[in-house]
């Protein structure tokens, strides 16, 4: 089966600037993970969906991030606007629908902020 | 609430020697613990998981793991390192909410 897919694979952009970011998930997989990987530090959840709706987005920072999964499929998550600090990698990862299934990640996008 | 600690964030091994990663955690309850390999640019891939059942897990690629309840550690090993073992590791704690709590991750280096 295909796995998660992301685009771009790299972005820069400068401070201030708005960027979004691409997630299609696995088929059949309701259950779709945004991270956010800094330099040196494991992931960080940023939000969960189940279908389209949030089921976690409690370390989103809802002032310049935002998320969503229309459709219940493909989802996006944008920035705007930018801050230095969000240079790092954003990783979208799906599961079936039963949150405590495998986890399968995509191969992110890599953030440069200037 | 749960924890992870990895103990190394470099580890350095000659080719064909083992391999051993350090994992602590830290949990109210019966953990379910993870270890998952990071590539140079590509995603993260599930090596191996403890759920309550056999506490020595083995994973892919000749990696397994051990969960000591009474060291709260769940330590990766492998007995011979392969040039293509080359990564970052992470260890990670899935909490009661199912989500998962992630280490800091060690990289692997093999020397040849």
């Known amino acids: 089966e295909a796995g998660v897919a992301q685009s771009p694979r790299y972005k820069i952009i400068e401070k201030r600037q708005s960027v979004a970011f691409w997630c299609n998930p696995i088929?059949?997989?309701?259950?779709l993970y945004w991270y956010q990987q800094i330099l040196g530090q494991g992931p960080k959840l940023l939000i969960q969906?189940?279908?389209?709706?949030?089921?976690?987005d409690s370390q989103l920072p809802k002032d310049r991030f935002s998320a969503e999964r229309l459709k219940g499929v493909d989802s996006t998550l944008k920035i705007q606007p930018a801050k230095l600090e969000d240079s790092a990698v954003y990783l979208c990862?799906?599961?079936?629908?039963?949150?405590?299934?495998?986890?399968?990640f995509g191969p992110g996008t890599r953030l440069t902020v200037l | 609430a749960q924890s992870v600690t990895q103990l190394d964030s470099h580890v350095s091994v000659s080719e064909g020697t083992p391999v051993l990663l350090r994992c602590n955690y830290s949990?109210?309850?019966?953990?379910?613990l993870f270890w998952y390999v990071q590539h140079p640019n590509k995603g993260l891939q599930l090596l191996l998981k403890?759920?309550?059942?056999a506490t020595l897990v083995k994973g892919i690629n000749g990696f397994e793991a051990e969960f000591k309840k009474s060291e709260t550690s769940f330590h990766l090993t492998k007995p011979s390192a392969h040039m293509s073992d080359a990564a970052e590791y992470f260890c990670?704690?899935?909490?009661?909410?199912?989500?998962?709590?992630w280490g800091a991750g060690t990289k692997l280096i093999i020397k040849p």
């Open positions: 088929s059949g997989h309701a259950t």
């Open positions: 403890y759920t309550s059942a």
């Open positions: 969906f189940q279908n389209n709706g949030v089921v976690d």
């Open positions: 990862a799906s599961s079936r629908v039963d949150s405590y299934n495998e986890q399968f």
């Open positions: 949990s109210s309850y019966s953990p379910s």
């Open positions: 990670v704690v899935r909490d009661s909410n199912y989500q998962l709590i």
